[in-house]
């Protein structure tokens, strides 16, 4: 069994059947994509593995426990993280204060923020943030106001924030949407570092084949809310049903 176990999952809105019967298994530290059209169902499915969303049949398990029922705040402190398709961060304060937040939250579970002027039994918190800085290669950059930062670098930020909790399992939602090539590929050696220097699984949700390729190593193909087939990417490539659904050939 893998650490993220989905099995038989439904959900329609309406008369849309937006996942039909969808199982997919997640291995312990490993890298495993989500990829399908416009519409085949993806972020309906990311937003059942972190309770935005209850299926209306079947289960979800992360590392034997149920997820479904549980707030996004629950899910969080089981271990779950995610990084949306938009960077989310504080824009009005500077890089080293939005990291300082998950630090404090990560220990008490309270939104307190004092990375101005510190007490004493909070420099630990402090000397977490400037080391999370450090492994994201933004010390540099830890006064700047975070809204003035490009795309890439607020990316960065945020997958440093999530960390900054410990995760074990790392969602990531289209992180590299709407970046120029060089900021992509910056991020895809920064996952790469990730995985190879963390006890940390990444499930990724992705349109951008280069990033898909470059980081997976088991892909999930979704068409219409049905998974079409599961495999290594090697397999993948020219795979006559993902030929298929994204292109419209037939074998």
Partial sequence: MGILEVKNVNKRF??????GDVNLSVAENSVHAIIGPNGAGKSTLLN????????DTGSVMFDGQSV???????INQMGIS????????????????NMMIPCFAKRDGAF?????????DEKEI??????????????????????????????????????AQEPRLLLLDEPTAGMARADTNNTIDLLKQIKDERDITIAIIE???HVVFSLAERITVLAQGTPLVED???NIKGHPKVREAYLGETA
Avoid: W
């Avoid at 309406?14 to 996942?19: I, V």
């Avoid at 059942?48 to 299926?55: D, M, N, R």
């Avoid at 995610?82 to 204060?97: A, H, K, N, S, Y």
């Avoid at 809204?147 to 999530?162: N, T």
């Fill in 48 to 55: 059942c593995l972190v309770g935005k969303l209850i299926p």
């Fill in 207 to 209: 349109h951008d084949m």
């Fill in 232 to 234: 290594t990417p090697d």
């Fill in 126 to 163: 402090v000397e977490k943030a400037e080391r999370m800085l450090e492994d994201m290669n933004m010390a540099g950059k830890r006064h700047m106001p975070a809204a003035s930062m490009s795309r890439g670098d607020k990316r960065r930020l945020e997958i440093g924030m999530c960390l």
């Fill in 68 to 74: 479904l029922g549980r707030t996004p705040y629950e």
């Fill in 14 to 19: 309406g008369g849309l059947q937006a996942l």
């Fill in 112 to 120: 307190r923020l004092h990375a101005i002027a510190p007490t004493d």
């Fill in 82 to 97: 995610r990084v949306f398709q938009t960077p989310e961060i504080f824009g009005d304060l500077t890089v080293m204060e």
